[in-house]
């Protein structure tokens, strides 16, 4: 998993630790001073965890984060182009009956 240059993973304990603190009513600026992170980082976790939350309260699947899609083999490309290629022909066959060039 990439992450920024200069960044550390925080363990889930910990975020946890800084959500339920920030949920209590602790200020984003104290819980930064105290954990020794950036704001904007205390910031984006709760933000996150709160987002994760409200998906998991209204019955939403987990947000799912981008990859690479998965490769496509040869065989699966073969198929492809032959179903486009029956497409093509019976599309071209009923212009035909229908007097269209």
Do not use: W
Not at 31 to 42: D, H, N, Q, V, W
Request: one cysteine or more.
């Amino acid at each position: 998993m990439h992450r920024q240059r200069g960044t550390l993973n925080t363990p889930q304990s910990i975020i946890d630790e800084i959500v339920t603190k920030h949920r209590n009513g602790t200020t984003l600026k104290s819980l930064s001073a105290e954990y020794g992170k950036p704001f904007k980082t205390i910031k984006n976790m709760c933000t996150r965890e709160n987002n994760k939350l409200r998906r998991q309260k209204e019955g939403l699947e987990p947000k799912k984060f981008r990859g690479r899609k998965p490769t496509v083999s040869l065989a699966e490309y073969k198929y492809e182009n032959k179903r486009l290629k029956m497409e093509n022909e019976l599309l071209r066959d009923f212009l035909h009956a229908a007097g269209r060039k």
